[in-house]
């Protein structure tokens, strides 16, 4: 009898090679198919792996039993109208993505602090701009916009680096050494925060959030890091705020639309560094991995601690 089907959508076409290579061992019970193949048949298909799925192709498999996103965030994924509500959606955060991220964001806010933006362009221009960032980590209290998963595993990280960090979530965490601010106290944890980290997922509530009214209850020339969802950055109020100096610096991560159209004022903004949504992407291999991982502990009716929760919205 012929195996159930797993489609996979994610790299093109041309990656769909290694995704199958890499997913053969692992799962031998499926079959590993691309998501255009055109001789699968719907009712074969019990899983798909996907990023962007086109919307109400989901909706056409019968036989479905659950989705597997190849990322962190499933919102090209949740934000189908045609999702079908019934077939569980599970986020994939491999522990290299929180490695991952956690880089990233060391990286991000050591380069705010030390004023790396600045160092390049006097490069860019042979300019030896001989003066040194005042500040160092211990000196700045980093706040975690969505002190979920993800920054929960990657606070560590940056208190090791040296910096002082809290956190703000729906609801209030327990994590050593982070203080952590409840949905109702954002104004209290914005006012501590020198560096204002985003990783809140894309919801309904979380678009536009980083707007000119959030900026203004930060300390003067806070630095902000997003690397959430581009839906939740206003963008020409992030640039205003930099202008006015009540932003002292930005490193952006993710935007509407990706790409960032050329000609963006953003491109070249002094006080800015844009990175092309590459905030934690672990390799397909890694990926692979966690995937399969994820479909197994499904099979075995495991609890899926990334399963996405329809209600909330992420
Ligand atoms: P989680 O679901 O584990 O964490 C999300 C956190 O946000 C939770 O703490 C949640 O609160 C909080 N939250 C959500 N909505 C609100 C709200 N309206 N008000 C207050 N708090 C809220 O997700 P992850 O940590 O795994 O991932 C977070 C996001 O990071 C992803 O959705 C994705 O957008 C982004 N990401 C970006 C990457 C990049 O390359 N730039 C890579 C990977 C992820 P509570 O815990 O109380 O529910």
Redesign the pocket.
Known sequence: MARPVLLVKSGGAAGFDEWRGLLAGPLPQLEVRWWDDPGVAAERVRYAAVWDPEPGRLARLPALRAVFGV?????LIAGDPAYPRHVPLV?L?APE??Q??GE?LCWAALSLVKDARRMAIAQSRAVWDYSEAPGKAPDFTLGI?????????CAPMLQAVGFKVI???????QVPGVESY??AE?PAFLARCRILVC?????P??AG?LNAALFAQLPHGALLVQ???GSQTVLPDVLAALDSGQLGGAVL??FEPEPLPDGHPAWSHPKLTLTP?????PTRAERAVQLARNILAFERGDALP?LYDPA???
């Open positions: 990322a962190a965030g499933v919102d986020r955060v993505t929180t991952r991220m990233y916009l969505g002190l979920g998963g993800l920054g929960q595993g956190g703000w979530s729906r609801t209030r965490k409840a949905e954002l990783l809140l997922p894309a919801t509530e979380t959030m690397a959430g969802r991560d993710v949504h590459v905030g934690s992407l990334t909330k919205g992420y």
